[in-house]
């Protein structure tokens, strides 16, 4: 059987902590980001990974800092643009 919306943003819910704390967070780096004085010059991939980055961030300093897959996902954002620069 599926799992419910309902469901869905109850498990996220308590490994996160609430969406708007979450969301409150990532913003606020999101707007650092932007205000940098590279920001505007970084390319699309670069600044993807960058708000997810931030979004993983974001997640980790509102919710479980021992779950390990926000940390792994971290590495792998970077590993992206780190890859595209070997190129």
């Not at 919306?5 to 996220?12: A, D, G, K, M």
């Amino acid at each position: 059987m599926s799992e419910t919306i309902e469901q869905t943003l109850q498990e996220r819910g308590n490994r996160y902590g609430e969406f708007k704390g979450h969301a409150r967070i990532t913003q606020n780096i999101k707007r650092a980001m932007v205000d940098s004085p590279n920001w505007a010059g970084l390319s699309d991939d670069k600044k993807e990974a960058l708000e997810m980055v931030a979004h993983k961030m974001g997640r980790i300093l509102n919710g479980d800092p021992e779950y390990a897959d926000s940390w792994h996902d971290i590495i792998g954002y970077s590993k992206l643009v780190e890859d595209e620069l070997g190129k």
